[in-house]
């Protein structure tokens, strides 16, 4: 297992840099691990009600949605932000799964090649985030690239003119010269849509995130995100450890990095982010920055903050190999069992 490990990496014009005070080895099942040490005396029991590990189940999923979506919001060159709201003639709302479905087959379809060799937009892929609104009606808002324009069409005036309404977003957009577009295809299959080119990925990035952040808790889709395969992910540019052994001075570099990443974080895009992670109950309770937190995410526009210069910092703040702190128990606390850990809390907290 590595510890006090910072993970940097390039996601985009934006990098993310990950804390993990307590770094556990990928595929290690750490409840396995818990329910084991709790069997043999080294833990104790899990103080948490079942009403609270739902709470912290409910809220590690959706801090984990909004990771993986910003992620791939930033790692990918999209080429427009699609709206789209579903007819309530043509789609059930109570099934939600089928809609999924639909668009799931709908991109194969259009990727499927005919006896040509050719296909409608073999590059097409999505990102779309489902929002259920309090009269129940389903939007979708996502990210598509790989669209030609032969399968968009512009709203004109005569259209907003027209004997049937459009929405006023759409009216006015028009109304104000602004080129944005619908799909024929989506048109009969979902109901309105808006297509409107992306000028500034970042920004559109941020936006769908904060946008989604206002009612990802109460999501009642089995899945989050819809996306496609094969979409790019961020990519690992270097890793760094804090390397003090004493508690102390590990608290102290903690800080000294949330710090650092604080004033570079994007701001009022949710750019500091915290996750909860498994933890011990012999460590449960203590006060130090090393133990309390146990996660950060920062998220930093490499157009303010450029990516090397956060290299530079991390390089000259932390090490570049690992290193491993094993707690100094006292002799008559060497054999490990309940009651002496009952006695090594207690002169913790003495």
């Known amino acids: 297992m590595e510890s006090q490990v910072i993970r940097l990496y390039k996601m985009g014009n934006t990098s993310k840099s990950v804390l993990q005070p307590s770094?556990?080895?990928?595929?290690?099942?750490?409840?396995?691990v818990h329910e084991f040490n709790v069997q043999s005396g080294?833990?104790?029991?899990?103080?948490?009600?079942?009403?609270?590990?739902?709470?912290?189940?409910?809220?590690?999923?959706?801090?984990?949605?909004l990771r993986v979506v910003r992620e791939l919001a930033a790692c990918n060159p999209w080429s427009y932000f699609?709206?789209?709201t579903l007819s309530p003639e043509k789609w059930d709302r109570e099934n939600p799964e089928a809609l999924q479905a639909a668009i799931r087959e709908e991109s194969k379809r259009w990727k499927r090649k005919n006896k040509k060799g050719e296909s409608k937009c073999s590059g097409y892929k999505y990102l779309f985030v489902p929002e259920r609104h309090k009269d129940g009606s389903i939007h979708l808002h996502g990210l598509v690239m790989g669209l030609p324009l032969t399968m968009i069409e512009p709203y004109?005036?005569?259209?907003?003119?027209?004997?049937?309404?459009?929405?006023?977003?759409?009216?006015?957009k028009v109304r104000e010269g602004e080129s944005i577009y619908h799909c024929p295809e989506w048109?009969?299959?979902f109901g309105y849509n808006l297509i409107e080119p992306i000028r500034d990925l970042d920004k559109?990035?941020?936006?769908?995130?904060?946008?989604?952040s206002k009612d990802l808790g109460a999501c009642t889709f089995a899945s989050r995100y819809w996306c496609s395969r094969g979409l790019q992910r961020a990519s690992l540019v270097a890793k760094f450890y804090i390397a003090e052994t004493s508690p102390y001075g590990q608290e102290t570099k903690i800080k000294q990095y949330r710090t650092y990443m604080q004033e570079r974080a994007i701001v009022g895009s949710k750019g500091m982010m915290y996750s909860e992670s498994y933890r011990p109950a012999i460590f449960r309770g203590r006060t130090c920055e090393s133990q309390k937190l146990m996660s950060v995410v920062a998220y930093i526009d490499n157009r303010i903050y450029p990516l090397f210069k956060i290299v530079q910092y991390l390089e000259s703040q932390y090490a570049k190999t690992p290193n491993h702190?094993?707690?100094?128990f006292s002799a008559e606390l060497q054999i490990i069992n309940v009651e002496n850990i009952k006695k090594w809390r207690a002169k913790q907290y003495a």
């Not at 559109?204 to 989604?212: A, E, N, R």
């Open 82 to 84: 699609v709206t789209i």
């Open 204 to 212: 559109v990035s941020s936006y769908l995130i904060k946008y989604i």
């Open 42 to 65: 080294y833990c104790l029991p899990d103080e948490q009600t079942e009403e609270e590990r739902a709470r912290e189940s409910e809220r590690a999923s959706i801090s984990r949605s």
């Open 23 to 32: 770094c556990v080895a990928p595929g290690v099942n750490t409840r396995a």
């Open 187 to 189: 048109d009969s299959l």
């Open 325 to 328: 702190h094993i707690p100094n």
């Open 156 to 172: 004109t005036m005569e259209e907003v003119r027209g004997s049937t309404p459009l929405p006023a977003y759409i009216c006015n």
